[in-house]
T-cell receptor, first 112, second 115 residues
Framework: QKEVEQDPGPLSVPEGAIVSLNCTYSNSAFQYFMWYRQYSRKGPELLMY????GNKEDGRFTAQVDKSSKYISLFIRDSQPSDSATYLC????????????FGQGTILTVHP | NAGVMQNPRHLVRRRGQEARLRCSPM?????VYWYRQLPEEGLKFMVYLQKENIIDESGMPKERFSAEFPKEGPSILRIQQVVRGDSAAYFC?????????????FGQGTRLTVV
């Protein structure tokens, strides 16, 4: 079993839709939860960062963490074609804070 | 302030050759992490280094792979006697301290192709 599971998609939505991206993880020691966006042939860029359980909002993006069910979510409101990218969830904590454990990534396409 | 710089961006090597990938962290960052991304897969942690020290190499293959981060100069990921299965994108990230998430910035990656 992978430590972080993420549905690779692909996911295709019309412009303006609400997008929901999800991950599950198995290691209860994880305390830090991140979402990265990666455009084709580029490096990942950090979108959202959450410590422990709860919600965090930044503009059109909302990240949720439910540690009781080991579930991580990213919501994108009013999606735009420029949001088309691969979204990667990542976790860290436990014995190695320098090490991020990534999900497989979900390919998102927002069409006009 | 320049971001994390990786070079070369693209590298082609024949089977059996050596590949050297370089990473210059952001100014003021003394912690470097290397990740590998295989086609259709997420990023996999390889190694975590501070200046002149390897902190965590739990993701490094036991053979042919090595990494260093000298006192002066970039971090180097070295792959000896490359094989086709080494073809992947290799990403470097840096942080100013033992950072997680917020403080870790990624470079644009080096895409290694083994022919």
């Amino acid at each position: 079993q992978k430590e972080v599971e993420q549905d690779p998609g692909p996911l295709s939505v019309p412009e303006g839709a609400i997008v929901s991206l999800n991950c599950t993880y198995s290691n209860s020691a994880f305390q830090y939860f991140m979402w990265y966006r990666q455009y084709s042939r580029k490096g990942p860029e950090l979108l959202m960062y959450t410590y422990s359980s709860g919600n965090k909002e930044d503009g059109r993006f909302t990240a949720q963490v439910d540690k009781s069910s080991k579930y991580i979510s990213l919501f994108i409101r009013d999606s735009q074609p420029s949001d088309s990218a691969t979204y990667l969830c990542a976790t860290a904590g436990g014995t190695s804070y320098g090490k991020l454990t990534f999900g497989q990534g979900t390919i998102l396409t927002v069409h006009p | 302030n320049a971001g994390v710089m990786q070079n070369p961006r693209h590298l082609v090597r024949r089977r059996g050759q050596e590949a050297r990938l370089r990473c210059s962290p952001m100014k003021g960052h003394s912690h470097v992490y290397w990740y590998r991304q295989l086609p259709e897969e997420g990023l996999k942690f390889m190694v975590y280094l501070q200046k002149e020290n390897i902190i965590d190499e739990s993701g490094m293959p036991k053979e042919r792979f090595s990494a260093e981060f000298p006192k002066e100069g970039p971090s180097i990921l070295r792959i000896q006697q490359v094989v086709r299965g080494d073809s992947a994108a290799y990403f470097c990230a840096s942080s100013p301290k033992s950072g997680v998430g917020t403080e870790a910035f990624f470079g644009q990656g080096t895409r290694l192709t083994v022919v």
